[in-house]
């Protein structure tokens, strides 16, 4: 494998994370070339973003699950769990802040269109 070739995501970074799936820009590639790319990532974001945040929403309810049930425990499952529950908020947030900057993307190259 060349130093330019990237290797492919593995399954648990498809899962968790959309950014494996977009093309990559091409080293000198035109201004046409990038904003063709740029907009096939944005349509596709905007279309599949959905099962991303659903799947961190849930990974993030579910920690609030276990949080409230290691509640009486203390101590540091405690604490782990309320990292866990932080860490799967801003998941969850990222993942809405990715979704509405692709759907802002794909609205604003439709009116220009118009």
């Given at each position: 494998m060349?130093?330019?070739?990237?290797?492919?995501?593995?399954?648990?970074?498809?899962?968790?994370?959309?950014?494996?799936?977009?093309?990559?820009f091409?080293?000198?590639?035109?201004?046409?070339?990038?904003?063709?790319?740029a907009?096939?990532?944005?349509?596709?974001l905007?279309?599949?973003?959905?099962?991303?945040?659903?799947?961190?929403?849930?990974?993030?309810?579910?920690?609030?699950?276990?949080?409230?049930?290691?509640?009486?425990?203390?101590g540091?499952?405690?604490?782990?769990?309320?990292?866990v529950?932080?860490a799967?908020?801003?998941?969850?947030?990222?993942?809405?802040?990715?979704?509405?900057?692709?759907?802002?993307?794909?609205?604003?190259?439709?009116?220009?269109?118009?």
């Open positions: 060349s130093p330019q070739e990237s290797r492919p995501a593995s399954v648990w970074n498809r899962f968790w994370s959309p950014k494996s799936f977009l093309a990559p091409p080293p000198g590639a035109s201004d046409e070339e990038a904003e063709a790319i907009q096939r990532n944005d349509l596709w905007k279309t599949y973003m959905d099962l991303y945040i659903l799947r961190w929403g849930a990974l993030w309810a579910a920690s609030v699950v276990v949080a409230l049930l290691l509640l009486e425990a203390g540091l499952l405690f604490a782990l769990a309320l990292a529950n932080l799967a908020l801003v998941g969850l947030a990222a993942m809405i802040a990715t979704y509405r900057r692709a759907a802002g993307a794909v609205l604003g190259r439709s009116r220009k269109l118009k």
